[in-house]
Every structure is written in C-alpha cells, then in structure tokens.
C-alpha cells in the first residue's frame, strides 16, 4: 500500500495486505508442484492475471522451461524461457486471438510421455480466445460487453463463454492430449470450481448449449446470427466423464476463503475480533453493501453477533446491472451503498477491493468508505445517492480522497470486504 492513512484505515490496510499475501503465487505456487517429471517434455502453458508471476515462481524451482502464458497488458513479469504475452480484458481482443492461437500451437506435438502444466488464475476467460465457429471475434466482444453490463453472476457468465469457446470447457486440454495435465489455480470464483475458473479450458462441463442460451434470455441479451449459430451447431465441450479428460489433474492452490482467514489471523493478532461471514457473497453490489452495513450497525449498537472492536471479513463477487453512464466497478458501488445505508453510524469503516487490484475496468483495487466520506462528498457538491443510482461511484470517492490504488497485485481470489468497527 503506498497511500498515508488514519489508524483505522492502516488497519484495513494490513489485513488487506495479509489476505494479498496468502495468495501471492510465490508462496502458494512451490507447495503444488508435482515432482518434475523423470522423462519426457515439460510445456508450462497458461493465462490470467497472475499466470506470469505463477510462471516465474514455478521456473525459480525447476529451472528454465517452455511455454507461453497470456496475461492482461500490465500484468507481465520477467521469466526465464516460459513467453509472456499480453492481451485484452475484461473484452477480449486481437492479441488475444494471436496468443492463444499460438499457446495451442505449443501442444501439438506432445505425447504421453510428456507433461502440460496450466497456469491458470482469473481473467483466463477474456484472455483465452479463441471463438468456436463461425463466430467472429467482434461478435464475440459484443457478447462479453453485454454480459458485463447484465448483473450475471460469474458462473452464469462463464457459462456462455464456454459454450461460444474453441479452447474453453476442457478444450484445451483436448488439445495436449494424450499428455498428461496439472492445472495449478488461483480461484477467483465462489465455490472454486474448475469448470468455471477461467471457464474451465482443462475441465469437462456438465452444462448444454440450451444452458448458455437460458442465460442469454433471462438476461435480455440479443447475440448475433454466429453466435447463436455456434450455440446451435458448434462442436460440443467434452463432458466431465470424458475418457480424454482422465489424464487432468486440478489443484486449487489459492482462493478467497484462504486469504479471508489470512486477514482475520492478521486482525486477532492486533486485538481485533474478527468474524468471517463467507467468501461466496454474490448478488447485486448496492444490496450486498446495504446488509453489511446492517450487520456492522447491529455490532456496533448491540455488540451482536461479535462486539467491538472487531471486522467482518467477506470475500465472493457481487455484480452491477448497469443503468447509469458513470464510472466504478463493483466493489467502489458496494462502497457506496455501505456508507449511504451506514449514514451517520458514526465509527465503522469499510474497504471494499478485488484482489486484482483493478475494480472493473478502472485504475482503482476499489475504495474505503470511512464516517467521514459522505460529509465530504457533500461538502464537494456532490449528492452521493444520485452518484450511486448513476453507477458513478469512482468519481465520488475520487473527490472525496477514498479511492484505494494497489496497482496489479499479480493474483487474484476475487473480491475482499472488510467492515471494521472500533
């Protein structure tokens, strides 16, 4: 953290940086790590926000190795024989057309002997891209740019993908087959489901295309001739029980119940009492922040269900329905509705930041909402209500000086919250 903060904010400060580092691929990378294999070739393959640091860590342990792993621009970190491309996200894009295209390349020419190791952490979904026929990469990012926009909840929108994918859906590993594959994953999704993360390139899917299309419907989504053509006819993901698919091993290696309980071992150890309400909150952001705050009111007036001083830690992904033309992603919306449903509670404070470091598309991890924060606001000129029904949430804590910058932490477990109440 490089920002100066109150005690109460360097608090959340710490424990946010607790729960960063239960997740950092240097420390939950080399526990994973199978034996290198006695024979046979090693290709490290792999795509997210932290695949290249991943790849860094598993290459500090077995030496110099062949592969490429795709990585948001920004994201890159140096390696030592493992390629580092850059592409798009959270909407796909060309170079994310031409990266995948040549990762897959690199598993052509494998055999049983030889070994695939997927590095996989959030953001693979955008960063993999390869569009099943006869879509088109436009018409593809016009799908993922209404997803985002919907309110669907990440597996619901990962669902689609997979089904609008060439290399999703357990595709991928298809491809190194008859290889043998470990997937070592960084889950940025509730319930750390190998099929979702990432939407699944190495896991077999138990959805049928039908799936995809009910989504699309219950969420007013209008897609394009091609891709309701891939829908339609495309060739279908291979199933769970696959025989194909018995040569994949998965290994979650980070998620978000393990950094939330980072973070509430960091607080006992300064005297606070922390309480973890769960790390699968999904739902609309502005309705997740408003019953935080009623949990944290009922804390701090009836020292129920944990007295002060004390944090409830809780980790997940809400979403946005989009209706305003502000700006701010998720967690800067949680914080909002927070502070306006805390109104003048008097002393909670809240951060509320994907672990990414990057609150939707913005320069931001996300925001803390402090008893001071409206009172700014409003001395700005500034009615943070309508700043929330505008979905402007950026801007207000931009001028009120609560904005919380990290830059890319080369992880990500989803989403963390923490309301503290001294």
């Known amino acids: 953290m490089t920002e100066a903060y109150d005690e109460p904010r360097q608090r959340l400060a710490r424990w946010l940086d607790a729960a960063l580092a239960a997740a950092a691929p240097s420390r939950c990378v080399p526990p994973a790590l199978p034996q290198p294999p006695g024979r046979g070739r090693t290709v490290v393959v792999g795509a997210g926000k932290g695949a290249a640091a991943m790849a860094a860590t598993v290459e500090a342990a077995w030496g110099p190795l062949s592969g490429i792993v795709v990585v948001p621009y920004g994201h890159g970190v140096a390696t030592r024989g493992v390629e580092v491309l ?61 997803l985002l926009r919907s309110g669907a909840p990440i597996d619901a929108i990962n669902t689609v993908r997979r089904h609008l994918s060439a290399v999703k859906g357990g595709r991928l590993a298809l491809r190194a087959y008859p290889a043998r594959v470990i997937s070592l994953i960084i889950s940025d999704v509730p319930g750390d489901d190998p099929a979702t993360i990432a939407s699944g390139p190495t896991a077999g899917t138990t959805t049928p295309p039908e799936a995809a299309r009910a989504i699309l419907r219950r969420y007013g989504i209008t897609v394009s001739t091609a891709a309701a053509a891939a829908l339609d006819r495309g060739e279908p993901a291979p199933g769970s029980d696959d025989p194909r698919l018995a040569r994949v091993t ?36 502005r309705e997740a922040g408003r019953v935080l705050a009623g949990i944290g009111r009922a804390c701090a007036r009836w020292g129920t269900p944990v007295a002060p001083p004390c944090v409830l830690l809780s980790g997940g992904e809400t979403t946005v329905t989009v209706r305003g033309d502000g700006r701010g992603g998720r967690n800067t919306e949680l914080a909002l509705a927070a502070a306006l449903a805390l109104g003048d509670s008097g002393s909670p404070y809240l951060l509320s930041a ?26 700005a000129g500034l009615e943070p209500q309508a700043y929330l029904d505008g979905n402007d949430s950026y801007r207000l804590f931009e001028v009120t000086g609560d904005l919380l910058r990290t830059g890319p932490t080369l992880t990500n477990v989803n989403d963390f919250r923490a309301l503290y109440i001294p």
Do not use: F, W, Y
């Open 86 to 146: 850059e592409a798009g996200h959270p909407v796909p894009d060309e170079a994310g057309v031409a990266a995948t295209e040549r990762l897959l390349e690199r598993l052509d020419p494998l055999g049983e002997a030889d070994l695939v190791l997927v590095l996989l952490s959030g953001g693979g979904s955008a960063l993999l891209t390869a569009p099943a026929p006869p879509l088109d990469l436009a018409a593809k990012q016009a799908v993922s740019r209404e």
């Open 354 to 379: 994907d672990t990414d470091g990057i609150d939707g598309s913005e320069d931001n991890a996300g925001a803390m909402a402090t008893p001071g924060t409206l009172d700014r606001a409003r001395a």
């Open 250 to 285: 998965h290994r979650v290696i980070a998620n978000a119940q393990g950094a939330l309980q980072a973070a509430a071992q960091a607080a006992r150890a300064e005297g606070v009492t922390p309480l973890v309400l769960g790390d699968t909150i999904e739902g609309e952001a």
